[in-house]
């Protein structure tokens, strides 16, 4: 379903006034329709399934049968938390598959990972939607996605830690069970350590 921008102008319209504000001064009188069509880009990803996301970016093509990873990282998104609805930002997710017999086009591992972020989420949900698509995508059960990002739940607010970071990682198939391919992995990502690693 897509963002009703209608309800989102009318509630904005009486946030405004509930933070005490008026919402018929100047700077103030066109911000429900922007909001609205913020909301609209923004949260595209609550219009479509998992399943339905996979079915949008699955074109793949013939590819040899190998045990080397596909890794693309260094996919720059954003997110709102659902529990502040406060930006996740400086976000950087690294996705990688192996492929068994298809590859999909690169673009469409970055654009299943912007298609996720927007939504209302958790970082650790991001991880386990990608995984989830990439499955479906690519016909392949071996699939890893490592996210780091910043929270304004918790730079902007409460605890304002500003330099925290949080690193979360999925694993599916082969990336969950063989250690020497995580590590693998994992020293591919560790070539901007920061980014991923927490060394």
């Known amino acids: 379903m897509a963002v009703d921008q209608a309800k989102v102008r009318k509630h904005i319209r009486g946030l405004i006034e509930a933070i005490g504000e008026d919402p018929d001064r100047e700077g103030l009188v066109e911000t429900p329709d922007r909001v609205a069509r913020m909301y609209a880009e923004i949260f595209e990803g609550i219009s479509y399934s998992n399943d339905e996301i996979a079915e949008m970016f699955n074109k793949s093509f013939e590819a040899p049968v190998s045990d080397d990873m ?79 990002g910043k929270h304004s739940c918790m730079t902007a607010r409460g605890i304002r830690s500003m330099n925290s970071q949080t690193i979360t990682t999925t694993f599916r198939g082969a990336f969950r069970d063989d250690q020497e391919l995580q590590d693998r992995l994992m020293s591919r990502l560790d070539s901007r350590k920061g980014r991923y690693n927490e060394e």
């Not at 260094?74 to 598959?97: K, P, Q, R």
């Not at 970082?123 to 690519?138: F, H, L, P, S, V």
């Open 70 to 148: 596909v890794l693309v990282k260094d996919i720059e998104i954003f997110s709102y938390c659902e529990h502040h609805m406060a930006l996740m930002y400086d976000m950087n997710v690294a996705v990688a598959y192996i492929p068994r017999g298809r590859v999909i086009g690169l673009s469409k591992i970055a654009r299943i990972a912007d298609m996720v972020g927007k939504r209302l989420q958790l970082q650790e949900r991001i991880g386990t939607d990608i995984a989830y698509i990439m499955e479906k995508a690519t016909g392949s059960p071996d699939v890893a996605v490592v996210i780091s």
